[in-house]
């Protein structure tokens, strides 16, 4: 009967890799309610196995088309895939989610690869405790290898660095802005880069950039590649692969990865931590007439807005 | 003799816009200790008559060149101008604190124009609170117009958009990746767009596509001038300059300002008790050993990072 799955069965149903199962428990994660947090809390002894790679980049650079082309490498070696796109939703165009899902069409009937896009709108402030549940859910489902999607210029809502393994960033040319970015050292540099779509007659110049950016780095720091790849023909995908599988050995073998996972997780608990917080803070100043005078007073410059704040955080200790 | 000035005198002498009371003020507001607060919260009644400008954009995009150019005009017309540069140093080169300078340096024997820089190197978690003490010392001291640069490519550690009453964005050909983050909706419309370097080759293309962005627009959004500008020649300055005062004028005529200035403080009073919550909480468990074990349970996964950021919390209220 089509009734509410008791969460402990839905777990059961996740770890056995069950699609539809961990399709709702996303979605559960998403409500941002005690029920999501539940399984994930059930799940999460179950979770760890996966390798988590963070793709980033400006809008239109084809991450999406060079996830569907590592997909297909992986699927060949033998692979499960899980995919999560987060998707800045557009004031205009209503986002990029359909596009998106339609990059990566080719792969929806196998059943060895699971797609999820997650949209920022409706989820204001949630957003990153509701992709950082996704991935956990994905992990927990067997997949062994997980791509996490996520915009990388402007307000990056997801800082992506703090939740995986390795950081691909992807640029095409006329990616200028990212290039400088990089060189002022405005923008974090990744572990791996690719210059999509190589048979742009400027890509060779952006690749020289761009590792003339990379050649300034200190003495002892790590090497990090950038390759020319081709999504739609396939070019250079098999160098990237192999680029972020040598990434990842090499954090194993050094003992890093571990290092860099209680990094991460130091990150995340302090993250989910403030959110709460904040959240709290918001909702219980939400009509609140003391913090409306309160404001009246920052607004009429009789109060400045750091004591303001000292005000607020007094009220939250005493409460 | 050169003891320390009581926080008061010091406040006397900014207010009279003595320029090496108010570097000394940026200063100690930077340092972040009890002593610039008590001057910000001294000063903070005097504030509120400056006209506040955030200019934002990639780096390279010639924002300081641009502000010049615009302070130069302001000047003949008789304002006086401060201008607050927030520069993401690099782990590469150092930062681009000193080229900046360079470009503003023109204006630098001008009593009527004050200049400051704040690397985020060493300001961690504090850049944003240590820049906004800086603009209302500014603004205390008298300055007619503020500008406000910062990076808006990557990581913007300081929300330019919460704390101003107009944003210019500066983009130049070859700006594609904020050119795309603006379509896709990641990056916020600014109030008023300048594609800088007007006599490079692709600058009118540049122009047509931003444009076009700004044309999906939903109905009965404002009307975002966007406007070629050439900083060196001059080309276009003028414009940009009537564009940016006609925004701050529509904003007065509607009675938007004062929204506008309350919705920023909101936000502003909020981050402050938020990013306090977090520095508090970051230093109880510096060192922590039962923080440190919590971390081994997730690190294990035995405990899951949202179950853990309760346990923090928890610890918080019941302290």
């Given at each position: 009967?089509?009734?509410?799955?008791?969460?402990?069965?839905?777990?059961?149903?996740?770890?056995?890799?069950?699609?539809?199962?961990?399709?709702?428990?996303?979605?559960?994660?998403?409500?941002?309610?005690?029920?999501?947090?539940?399984?994930?809390?059930?799940?999460?002894?179950?979770?760890?196995?996966?390798?988590?790679?963070?793709?980033?980049?400006?809008?239109?650079?084809?991450?999406?088309?060079?996830?569907?082309?590592?997909?297909?490498?992986?699927?060949?070696?033998?692979?499960?895939?899980?995919?999560?796109?987060?998707?800045p939703t557009s004031p205009f165009s209503g986002g990029a989610v359909l596009g998106d899902r339609i990059r990566?069409?080719?792969?929806?009937?196998?059943?060895?690869?699971?797609?999820?896009?997650?949209?920022?709108?409706?989820?204001?402030?949630?957003?990153?405790?509701?992709?950082?549940?996704?991935?956990?859910?994905?992990?927990?489902?067997?997949?062994?290898?997980?791509?996490?999607?996520?915009?990388?210029?402007?307000?990056?809502?997801?800082?992506?660095?703090?939740?995986?393994?390795?950081?691909?960033?992807?640029?095409?040319?006329?990616?200028?802005?990212?290039?400088?970015?990089?060189?002022?050292?405005?923008?974090?540099?990744?572990?791996?880069?690719?210059?999509?779509?190589?048979?742009?007659?400027?890509?060779?110049?952006?690749?020289?950039?761009?590792?003339?950016?990379?050649?300034?780095?200190?003495?002892?720091?790590?090497?990090?590649?950038?390759?020319?790849?081709?999504?739609?023909?396939?070019?250079?995908?098999?160098?990237?692969?192999?680029?972020?599988?040598?990434?990842?050995?090499?954090?194993?073998?050094?003992?890093?990865?571990?290092?860099?996972?209680?990094?991460?997780?130091?990150?995340?608990?302090?993250?989910?931590?403030?959110?709460?917080?904040?959240?709290?803070?918001?909702?219980?100043?939400?009509?609140?007439?003391?913090?409306?005078?309160?404001?009246?007073?920052?607004?009429?410059?009789?109060?400045?807005?750091?004591?303001?704040?000292?005000?607020?955080?007094?009220?939250?200790?005493?409460?």
């Open positions: 009967m089509p009734a509410l799955m008791a969460s402990s069965e839905l777990a059961q149903r996740v770890l056995a890799g069950d699609r539809s199962a961990l399709a709702r428990a996303i979605t559960l994660a998403q409500d941002g309610g005690e029920a999501g947090r539940e399984l994930i809390r059930e799940l999460y002894p179950s979770t760890g196995g996966a390798s988590v790679v963070g793709v980033t980049g400006p809008p239109g650079a084809g991450k999406s088309t060079l996830i569907s082309s590592l997909i297909t490498r992986r699927r060949a070696a033998g692979s499960t895939v899980g995919v999560l796109s987060v998707d990566l069409a080719e792969h929806f009937l196998d059943s060895g690869v699971f797609i999820r896009s997650m949209a920022s709108r409706g989820a204001l402030g949630g957003l990153a405790a509701a992709a950082l549940g996704a991935l956990l859910l994905m992990d927990a489902a067997g997949f062994d290898a997980i791509y996490l999607e996520t915009v990388g210029v402007g307000q990056a809502e997801i800082d992506v660095v703090d939740h995986v393994d390795g950081v691909l960033l992807v640029l095409v040319p006329g990616s200028g802005d990212s290039v400088q970015a990089l060189k002022a050292g405005v923008m974090e540099i990744p572990d791996v880069i690719a210059i999509n779509k190589a048979d742009h007659p400027l890509a060779q110049t952006t690749l020289r950039e761009v590792r003339g950016v990379l050649a300034l780095a200190p003495p002892g720091s790590p090497r990090i590649p950038a390759l020319l790849t081709d999504a739609l023909s396939g070019e250079g995908v098999a160098e990237l692969d192999a680029a972020l599988e040598a990434h990842r050995a090499r954090l194993v073998a050094q003992g890093a990865l571990a290092a860099r996972r209680r990094r991460n997780l130091r990150n995340e608990v302090l993250a989910h931590a403030t959110a709460r917080w904040r959240l709290e803070l918001e909702e219980r100043l939400e009509g609140d007439a003391r913090f409306e005078a309160l404001l009246d007073e920052v607004a009429g410059r009789r109060l400045d807005p750091l004591s303001a704040a000292e005000q607020i955080s007094g009220q939250r200790d005493g409460a």
